[in-house]
Every structure is written in structure tokens, then in C-alpha cells.
């Protein structure tokens, strides 16, 4: 009997761990999908059954710079919206006595779930002795501490060695400014083990906080501009009719650059009835025929691969827009045929000064009409012959 109630002590003690790992994976209650089980609860509650406060300030990230793509090339900026990856350094510092297996959260959501880095899609880091630097971003692997025996390879945090700066790599980060600022914002939460709760910890599996309260959750601004905006199109048409059967029209495409940090170069202008209106000489991408014919002339140029002709500063609002960030030029077409209205789409298409060179278009519509000519008859009467005779 004794046994056997050793065995049930063990069984219960062990019972709320073996649910969570059921429940997150999804065999008992359809918890979300793995790949969105990494977030800093996701983690706590599959290791404990148990759910967090996070009221404790032990550990923060207190600060991040130098952030750069996966090759070393600085960003300062992103697009809104999108997707990337980076590296950037991250101070961690300690406001306690020493504390072990620290965690590093990072929302690449944006947060949708409005919680930080307690759910969602999160990356997740440890303090690495290949990651460490020194506030320059030198690597500096002598800041780097383990106080756990081995195999624990989690690195820890104390005074000696305090505060932290580690260099990590997020991917596919969703590019958003949560506070309307200008610039990008990444949630994130820290996680830590106190003394008497500290355990082996050899992956980010491990990295969960030693108590509900043990974790601290933020937002940190990077040093990255979100940019809005893009490319805006319009067309105009002059005249906007003829007569029967029709003719030459002129087409004015202004377009404008809105973006408020990055420049565009123009790669293409294409019209869905006339076909090509301007490309940089040597484009991959030439435009699609036109549907009605091609055009007869134009003052659109934009110059080859080599010395591209059209490049966009970055615009605004303004109306009109500054100097420098719009371009018109006109083309001229023949639209001709039995009375009707035609409506042709213009599409100009760019890419952006960022690393990325990532694509920008913007397009609009114009409308000509050829009108009814009335049919008209003209009646001429004239005297052919007069017929005379005398009368007694």
C-alpha cells in the first residue's frame, strides 16, 4: 500500500504537466496549432498547466540598436505591412539578485492578441555565449555567465555580469508601428528562474519562468522607420470625345511617390489598351500587349538599367507635391469605331530604395467617348422646263 501511494503522490504531483503537454498538444482539448505554441504562456503552460502574471521586474530588455539584415547591412526602415528578418543587439539588466535560464520573447506578430509576448507568434532566444557583445556590439564572450553545472547551457545573469548585451537574429517580423510614432515597435517578454526554482535548461524549450510572476513583458521601439505610403497614379485624357469615327487622343499619367522616407525608380509604364508606354531599356518584365492597338507617340522616358531616368524622392500629402517626387508625361493614342466609351487603365510600376528593392505600382483610369454623328440630307428644287403656248 505504501507503494502504491507513493505512486499516486507522484502520479498527481506529475498530472497537471502531463495535461498541459496533452492540451498543447491538442490531444485532449484542440489547443492551438505547435507552430503557435512559443510564446512565453504558450511555453509556461505547457510545462506547468499553470498561467502567468508577469508582475515581477527582475529581468528587462532595457534598450535595442544595430539593427541589420541577416548580411550586415543596417535597416532604417521597413515597409508597413511586410515581413522581415534581422539582427539587432539587446541589453538585458537585472534588478535583482541573480537569476538563471533567462529568456528572451520577441512578438513577430505585431500582437494582434493585444498582450505582448504572452501569445501569439513570438521568437524566442536565450543568453549564448556566441551571442554576446559589449554595448559597441563587439563580441565580448567574457560577459557571458552559466552558473548551472552541466548539461544546463542556459546562460544566467548576476551583478558581476550585468547588465547583458546579446545579439540575436528574429525572422519574418511583422513591420508595424503600434503607437503611431513613425517607427517600429517589437512586444517582447523576459523570463527567468529564481533560486529554488532553478532547473536544467539546454534549449528555448526550457526557457519558461520559474513562478507565474516571474516575467516581465514591454513593447521596445526600434530604431527602424515604418514607412506608408507608395506610389499614386493619375490619368487624364484630352479631348474627352470626337465625333464619329473618332481619332487621336492625348493621355497625361502624373505619378507621385508618397512614401515618406524612401525613394522609387520607375521601371514601367504600361497601359491595358495601348500596351507599352515607357520602360527602362533591358526590363525583364515588358508590358502586356494592348488590346486596341499602340500608341503613336509619347514623352514618357525612363532611361535604361544601366542610368535609369526616373527616380522619386520621397513625397507627402502636399497638393501639389514637392519638387522632385512626382513625374508626368503624356502619350498619345487613337481610339476610333462606332460610337462608344472606352475606359483604359494605366499602371506604372517602381522599386524602392530599400535593401529589398522591394516592387511599388500604383494605377488609374481614364475615359474618352466617340460620339454620334447625326445623319443629315440636303433637297435642292430647280425648274428643268417651262412649257409655253399663246392663248386667243
Known amino acids: 500500500m505504501k507503494q502504491n501511494r507513493k505512486f499516486w503522490h507522484c502520479l498527481t504531483g506529475w498530472l497537471p504537466i502531463l495535461l498541459g503537454v496533452l492540451t498543447v498538444g491538442g490531444l485532449l482539448l484542440g489547443a492551438q496549432p505547435a ?14 498547466g499553470g498561467h502567468l502574471t508577469c508582475t515581477a521586474n527582475d529581468v528587462r530588455i532595457a534598450a535595442v540598436n544595430s539593427v541589420t539584415d541577416l548580411n550586415g547591412n543596417p535597416i532604417t526602415q521597413c515597409i508597413a505591412g511586410s515581413t522581415f528578418s534581422f539582427l539587432a543587439n539587446f541589453e538585458v539588466l537585472l534588478g535583482a539578485q541573480a537569476r538563471y535560464d533567462i529568456g528572451l520573447y520577441f512578438a513577430t506578430d505585431a500582437d494582434p492578441n493585444g498582450d505582448g509576448a504572452l501569445t501569439g507568434t513570438c521568437a524566442v532566444n536565450l543568453l549564448t555565449k556566441a551571442a554576446e557583445v559589449d554595448s559597441n556590439g563587439n563580441p565580448a564572450p567574457q560577459n557571458f555567465i552559466n552558473l548551472d553545472p552541466a548539461p544546463d547551457t542556459c546562460g544566467d545573469i548576476d551583478a558581476a555580469h550585468n547588465p547583458q548585451f546579446v545579439r540575436v537574429q528574429i525572422n519574418n517580423a511583422l513591420c508595424a508601428d503600434l503607437n503611431n510614432d513613425g517607427f517600429m515597435d517589437l512586444p517582447n517578454c523576459t523570463s527567468w528562474r529564481q533560486p529554488g526554482s532553478n532547473q536544467v535548461c539546454t534549449s528555448t524549450q526550457d526557457a519558461y519562468p520559474g513562478s507565474p510572476s516571474k516575467c516581465n513583458c514591454g513593447t ?46 520607375l521601371d514601367s509604364i504600361c497601359d491595358d489598351k495601348f500596351g507599352t508606354v515607357a520602360t527602362v531599356g533591358g526590363t525583364a518584365t515588358p508590358c502586356p500587349a494592348g ?13 535604361t538599367q544601366s542610368a535609369p531616368a526616373v527616380t522619386l524622392t520621397p513625397g507627402d ?22 460610337p462608344q466609351t472606352v475606359t483604359d487603365t494605366v499602371t506604372v510600376k517602381g522599386h524602392d530604395a530599400t535593401t529589398a528593392k522591394t516592387s511599388r505600382q ?14 443629315s440630307a440636303q433637297v435642292i428644287k430647280s425648274l428643268d422646263s417651262l412649257q409655253c403656248a399663246i392663248v386667243r
Not at 469615327?245 to 525613394?263: A, I, Q
Not at 509619347?298 to 532611361?303: D, I, Y
Open 35 to 48: 507552430s503557435a505554441q512559443n510564446c512565453i504562456s504558450d511555453r509556461f503552460f505547457a510545462a506547468t
Open 220 to 265: 521596445l521601439q526600434l530604431p527602424v522607420r515604418v514607412e506608408t505610403g507608395g506610389l499614386t497614379v493619375t490619368k487624364d485624357a484630352s479631348p474627352a470625345s470626337l465625333p464619329e469615327p473618332g481619332g487621336e487622343f492625348t493621355y497625361t499619367v502624373t505619378t507621385v511617390n508618397t512614401l515618406s522616407f524612401t525613394s522609387v525608380t
Open 291 to 303: 488590346t486596341i492597338g499602340t500608341i503613336n507617340s509619347t514623352t514618357c522616358a525612363l532611361g
Open 317 to 338: 500629402s502636399i497638393t501639389p507635391p514637392p519638387a522632385g517626387s512626382f513625374y508626368t508625361c503624356t502619350f498619345k493614342a487613337n481610339v476610333t469605331g462606332d
Open 362 to 375: 500604383g494605377s488609374d483610369t481614364a475615359q474618352v467617348s466617340i460620339t454620334n454623328v447625326p445623319p
